[in-house]
C-alpha cells in the first residue's frame, strides 16, 4: 500500500480535485491496491481560518465565516456535490466562532480547534469525490479517530512515540476501505484537538506511512520535485533525481518549503521511500528520497535553501575567556524565553547565534536577562539563513571557497558562518533583501 498526499495547491480547485481524483484511480489500476490518502486543508482555508478566528475575538464573526463556508460551497458547486457535505462541519465552526466573540479570547488550543476544519472539510469532499465516482468504499477520517495522538504544544504539537502502534491498531477494522484522512491535525489525551505546525501534513502523511508499513509515501505538489533551489525564485531551478534521507532533512530545515522539516524523521526509521511528485505532470519522475544519497563528483551540491526573517543575537563578554559555564548559563536564559536556536559560531569573548523569534518584546525580555551574565547584546531582525546541501560535500575540498567567492562577487556580505559536523552543509547569514542576489549567484556557480 501506498500513502498518497495532497496539499492545498493540489486541491485548491474542482479542476485540480479531479485531477488528484484521478491519480488515485491509476495507483488503484496500476497496483490493484487501494492507497491511503491523506489531504491538506483546500489552499488559503487555513489562513482564512486562523484569521477568522482572530477576528472573532474584535467581533467580527460573519463575514469572515461567510469567506470559509463560500470557499468551501464553491468547491462543492463545482464537483457537482451536495452541500450538506460541508454543512455540519460549517456549522460547528460558525458557532465555534460565535464562541470566541462570547469569551473575547482565542487561546492556542482555540487556534487549532478552528485550523482543524480546513482538513476535516477537505478530507469529506474528497471522499464524496471518490464515493461520487463509484468508489463505495472511500471513507473520510479524521487522523485522531485513526490513532494519531500528540501532545498538548497547541500550535505545534509532537505526535506521541505510540502513535504508530496506536494507528495501526485503530486502522486495523477499516482494512479494505479507500481511507481519506485529515493531515495536519491530531488530538492530544484530553480529547482536544491539536495541529502540528503549519504544512504539517507532510509529516502526517509519512507517520501514516511508518505506521501501516507502507511501500512508499507520496506526497504530490504544484512542483516536479525537490528542485535545485526555490523554482519561484529562480527560474533555470531543475528537480533532482535523488535525495537522500539526511539531504532532503537538511533541506527543509534550512527553509525548503517543498517538505515540512519533520516529514523525513518517521520515513527513515522505517526506511520507507519517500516520492515527490508533480499532481499537474504526473509522468514526470519526480524526486526519490531514500537511505541512499546518488554522489556525482562532478556536482557535490544538490540544493540551495534559505530561511527567511531570522533574528541574529551577539553576547559579548569579556568576562567568558576561560570561564567555565558561561555557555551553560548563557543557554539557560535562552531555555527561559523558550527561545529555538538555529545557527551558533563562538569567538574568544563573543556568541553569535540565530533564531526564528521575531517578537520584539520577547527579544527585549532575553536581552534584558542576558544583560546579567553580564554581558553585552547586540538584536539585529531581517536576517536570512542560506544553506547549500549536499552529501558529496563531505569529501569535496574546496566548496566552502566557491560557496563564499560566488556571493562575495555578487557584492552579498556574509554576516556568519557555519558548518555542522555532518558536514553536508554549509551555513550563512545574510540581510534579506539580499536573498535574491545570493540565491542567483550561488544557483549559477554550481548548477551553471
Ligand atoms: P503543498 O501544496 O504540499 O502545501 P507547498 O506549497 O508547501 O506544497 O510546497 C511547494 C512549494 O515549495 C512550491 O510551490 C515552491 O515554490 C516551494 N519551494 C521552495 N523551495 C523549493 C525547492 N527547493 N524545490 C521545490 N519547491 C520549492
Ligand atoms: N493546511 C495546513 C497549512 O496550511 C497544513 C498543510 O497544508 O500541510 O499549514
Ligand atoms: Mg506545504
Known sequence: MKVMKFGGTSLGSPETIRRCAELVEREIRQSGKKPLVVVSAHSKVTDKLLDAAKKAVKGDVDAPFNSVAKRHY?????????????????????????????????????????????????????????????????????????????????????????????????????????????????????????????SGSDFSAAIFGA????????????????????????????????????????????????????????????????????????????????TKAEMDGRCPVKCIVYKEDQTLINVRSERMLGMEGFMARMFAVFEKHHIVIDMIATSEVSVSLTTNITDAAKLESLKRDLLDMPSRTEVNTNKCIFAV??????????????????????????????????????????????????????????FG
Open 74 to 198: 464553491e468547491i462543492l458547486d463545482g464537483l457537482k456535490l451536495a452541500r450538506s457535505v460541508a454543512e455540519p462541519l460549517l456549522g460547528e465552526l460558525h458557532n465555534l466562532l460565535k464562541g470566541i466573540h462570547m469569551v473575547k479570547e482565542v487561546t492556542p488550543r482555540l487556534y487549532d480547534y478552528v485550523a482543524s476544519f480546513g482538513e476535516r472539510l477537505s478530507a469529506r469532499c474528497f471522499a464524496a469525490v471518490m464515493r461520487s465516482r463509484g468508489h463505495q468504499d472511500a471513507e473520510a477520517f479524521d487522523a485522531y479517530d485513526l490513532g494519531f495522538m500528540t501532545d498538548s504544544k497547541f500550535m505545534n504539537a509532537r505526535p506521541l512515540p505510540d502513535t504508530y502502534d496506536r494507528i495501526a491498531a485503530a486502522a486495523a477494522p477499516h482494512a479494505g476501505k479507500l481511507w481519506v484522512v485529515t493531515g495536519f491535525i491530531g488530538k492530544d489525551k484530553n480529547g482536544d484537538i491539536t495541529t502540528i505546525g503549519r
Open 211 to 290: 505506521a501501516l508499513r507502507a511501500e512508499e509515501i507520496q506526497v504530490w505538489k504544484d512542483v516536479p520535485g525537490v528542485m535545485t533551489c526555490d523554482p519561484s525564485l529562480i527560474k533555470d531551478a531543475r528537480p533532482l533525481a535523488k535525495l537522500s534521507f539526511e539531504e532532503a532533512a537538511e533541506l527543509a530545515y534550512y527553509g525548503a518549503e517543498v517538505l515540512h522539516p519533520s516529514t523525513m524523521t518517521p520515513a527513515m526509521q522505517y526506511n520507507i521511500p519517500v516520492r515527490v511528485l508533480h499532481t499537474f505532470d504526473p509522468d514526470a519522475p519526480g524526486t526519490l528520497i531514500t
Open 389 to 446: 546541501v549536499g552529501e558529496g560535500m563531505k569529501h569535496a575540498v574546496g566548496l566552502a571557497a566557491r560557496t563564499f567567492k560566488a556571493v562575495a562577487a555578487a557584492g552579498v556580505s556574509l554576516q556568519m558562518i557555519s558548518q555542522g559536523a555532518s558536514e553536508i552543509n554549509i551555513t550563512f547569514l545574510v540581510n534579506n533583501s539580499e536573498i535574491p542576489k545570493a540565491c542567483e549567484a550561488l544557483h549559477k556557480e554550481f
